[in-house]
């Protein structure tokens, strides 16, 4: 407490990005219109026991429709950019060759009304939502995918580059491939380590491959990114053992994304944890690393949580989770209180992410992508409110540590907050709810929360409180 009454605000620098985001699968609903095809996220939960409460992309948030009001929203917020994604099966419907021009003008629409409203848009190429029909062909196991994402990039960046800047490969390969092929909790449900290491190298070749595909043909002004998700890694003891098993997590986990696309190599420690896989070697090509080390102009951050890491009693034990390969460690239990997904909260592992990263990647301006949280009881009242103090102490605390970062001079360039509304929350389905956004998703209404207002002043002072 400050006795001489309230703290002055903690400011941003000028021109600081605030943004709000979202993805496709998540938000749009109409699944099967317009052509669009089907994608892994569609048949996966449709499979009973895959998604809790049996929830699909029906209804979502009507946002196919609805797009309107959502940015009207976004426009009561106040925010400047918004970071959203393409559906692959909407604009290939099998994934490679034919385009439906439907889905293309789906993305017309929605970019022209965000340009209009004067919000930058930021597309993401891939959050997930691969077509089935690739996923048939043996989806991000099998090289081929590769040049088919080349293509699609190019379709996509070709019809939508005359007027959007931004552009972003993918979000989270960590996701698509080790949840999506190794423990097997996302799309397609694959559970196979080694297949979960192929997968992430063809999306980092993907990526870098399709970042140079798109700059062949951009204009000078367009900016290229990857976006990663980080968990910052926690250790209570400070001896050789616990460090020692923390780099085996963060080298999993954050350094073999990292190390391809900024330094065209794979990590040998990395390597070495993982080679009795024997996944990785066989995959790699000649001439793959350079590829995947196209520049980019920033890179995408998303934070939700710490990770609280203990060496095994057994170095060769395999650690349960979604490390592929990872032995001789023990993920420790988060410590409360947690979020509604049993997350730890914890906005200095933010902070300390953000003054790693800048010390791994001189020079690279980075942005927050995502950052956010969900807790039970969002309920709206009579008067139209929905309460959320944790969720609003959660964005001030992290906002807080975006700007110790930038303080320290971390090129932080923006924050965009996870999510603009209550969405299709993966496998936990519709019940944990990460919006700024009220939905009710029986009638589509949508109400702010405390938390949307509390961003939209932080975004109009371009501040946050004190704490
Ligand atoms: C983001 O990913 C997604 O981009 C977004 O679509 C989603 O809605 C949002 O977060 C909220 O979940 O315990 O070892 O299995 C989340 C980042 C990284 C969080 C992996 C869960 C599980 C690691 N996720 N983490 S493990």
Redesign the pocket.
């Known amino acids: 407490a400050d006795p001489a009454g309230a703290r002055k605000p903690l400011a941003f620098p000028p021109g600081f990005v605030w943004g709000t985001a979202t993805?496709s699968f998540?938000i749009e609903g109409a699944t099967t219109v317009d052509g669009r095809g089907p994608s892994i996220w569609d048949t996966f939960s449709a499979t009973p026991g895959k998604v809790d409460g049996g929830d699909t992309g029906e209804p979502a948030c009507e946002h196919y429709t609805r797009y309107p009001e959502d940015i009207a929203i976004m426009r009561r917020l106040g925010v400047a950019a918004y970071r959203f994604s393409l559906s692959w099966p909407r604009i290939q419907p099998t994934g490679a060759g034919a385009v439906e021009p439907r889905g293309l003008a789906f993305y017309d629409r929605l970019v022209d009304a965000l340009l209009e409203a004067g919000i930058e848009p930021m597309v993401t190429l891939y959050?997930w939502d691969l077509p089935q029909a690739s996923q048939d062909r043996g989806g991000w196991v099998n090289r081929d995918i590769v040049d088919e994402f080349v293509d699609y990039a190019r379709i996509a960046h070709a019809h939508l580059g005359d007027r959007v800047k931004q552009w972003t490969t993918f979000?989270?390969p960590?996701?698509a491939a080790y949840?999506g092929y190794g423990?097997g909790i996302h799309a397609p449900g694959i559970v196979d380590p080694a297949s979960a290491l192929k997968a992430a190298h063809h999306l980092l070749l993907a990526h870098g491959r399709a970042v140079t595909a798109m700059r062949a043909q951009a204009r000078p002004e367009q900016e290229f990114s990857l976006v990663l998700?980080f968990?910052t890694p926690r250790i209570a003891v400070q001896d050789q053992a616990h460090r020692e098993a923390a780099r085996k997590v963060e080298g999993i986990g954050h350094r073999l994304f990292l190390e391809p696309v900024l330094r065209g190599r794979y990590p040998a420690d990395v390597l070495a944890d993982v080679a009795h896989l024997d996944a990785l070697e066989p995959v790699i090509k000649d001439g793959d690393l350079a590829e995947i080390a196209a520049p980019i102009d920033w890179l995408g951050v998303?934070y939700?949580n710490p990770t609280r890491i203990a060496p095994a009693a057994d170095p060769l034990v395999e650690t349960p989770?979604?490390?592929p390969g990872l032995r001789g460690v023990e993920i420790l239990p988060a410590e409360g209180p947690l979020t509604h997904?049993g997350w730890e909260q914890e906005a200095d592992g933010l902070a300390d992410l953000l003054r790693w990263l800048a010390a791994q990647a001189p020079g690279l301006p980075l942005l927050v992508t995502?950052n956010g949280s969900a807790f039970p009881g969002d309920e709206v009242t009579p008067e139209g409110r929905v309460h959320d103090p944790e969720r609003t102490a959660y964005l001030l605390a992290h906002l807080r540590a975006v700007r110790a970062a930038i303080q320290d001079g971390v090129d932080v360039r923006g924050y965009l907050a996870?999510?603009l509304l209550d969405n299709f929350?993966?496998a936990f389905g519709y019940d944990k709810r990460?919006g700024l956004v009220h939905v009710d998703f029986a009638t589509q209404q949508r109400t702010l929360k405390d938390s949307a207002l509390a961003y939209a002043q932080v975004v109009a002072g371009n501040a946050v409180p004190a704490e």
């Open positions: 993805s998540q959050h979000n989270e960590f996701c949840l423990n998700n968990s998303n939700y989770g979604a490390l997904t995502e996870w999510s929350e993966w990460f």
